[in-house]
């Protein structure tokens, strides 16, 4: 059973860091494409990044720069390190697997990130 | 490309039929998908292709359309399918509309 468990939320100051887990189990996060997605209280879904099966990295304008996502193939694990984090960052993050063709099958139940002083 | 839906609430009787809209601002060939987000719980796939169902989606569910215009239609409305619905386009990276909340009527 493939399963996708985000862990690493909290609470955070305006400028500081913080890094995203998400544990994959039922398939090898190294044999597929591997998106973050959020979600700001009440609002709609935004794509974040994504790893590529090649190691290749994508970003969205609105975090590139700050945010670095990589996984660990020995650990099975997604990684998404925030720097610099801002207010408008604050979201649930979800974790995502994606198909060879691009959509999203399977989602983590994910993490809350707020960022406030 | 921007992903518009509508409406942004639809308020329909169970058993009754839904039609939802997605619009996009240029052609997304059929790289159109559709979720299902219920509160406090993470999206679920249920089109993709523009009208493939994923594993596990009852046929109530279908999807249609081509290019900018997408509909996303359940008939008999269960009571477990009011919730918010998505559209993603996933021709040029990856954009989801705003959503559509399915409500009682």
């Known amino acids: 059973e493939v399963q996708l468990v985000e862990s690493g939320g909290g609470l955070i100051q305006p400028g500081g860091s913080l890094r995203l887990s998400c544990a994959a189990s039922?398939?090898?996060?190294?044999?597929?494409?591997m998106s973050w997605v959020r979600q700001a209280p009440g609002k709609g879904l935004e794509w974040v990044s994504v790893?590529?099966?090649?190691?290749?990295?994508y970003y969205a304008d609105s975090v590139k720069g700050r945010f670095t996502v990589s996984r660990d193939n020995s650990k099975n694990t997604l990684y998404l390190q925030m720097n610099s984090l801002r207010a408008e960052d604050t979201a649930v993050y979800y974790c995502v697997r994606e198909t060879d063709t691009s959509f999203f099958d399977y989602w983590g139940q994910g993490t809350l990130v707020t960022v406030s002083s | 490309i921007v992903m518009t839906q509508s409406p942004a609430t639809l308020s329909v009787s169970p058993g009754d039929r839904a039609t939802l809209s997605c619009r996009a601002s240029q052609s997304v060939r059929n790289k159109l998908a559709w979720y299902q987000q219920k509160p406090g719980q993470a999206p679920r796939l249920l089109i993709y292709g523009t009208s493939t169902r994923a594993t596990g989606i009852p046929a109530r569910f279908s999807g249609s359309g081509s290019g900018t215009e997408f509909a996303l239609t359940i008939s008999s409305l269960q009571s477990e399918d009011f919730a918010v619905y998505y559209c993603q386009q996933y021709y040029n990276w990856y954009t989801f509309g705003q959503g559509t909340k399915l409500e009682i009527k």
């Open positions: 039922g398939f090898s996060v190294s044999d597929n494409y």
């Open positions: 790893v590529y099966i090649t190691g290749s990295t």
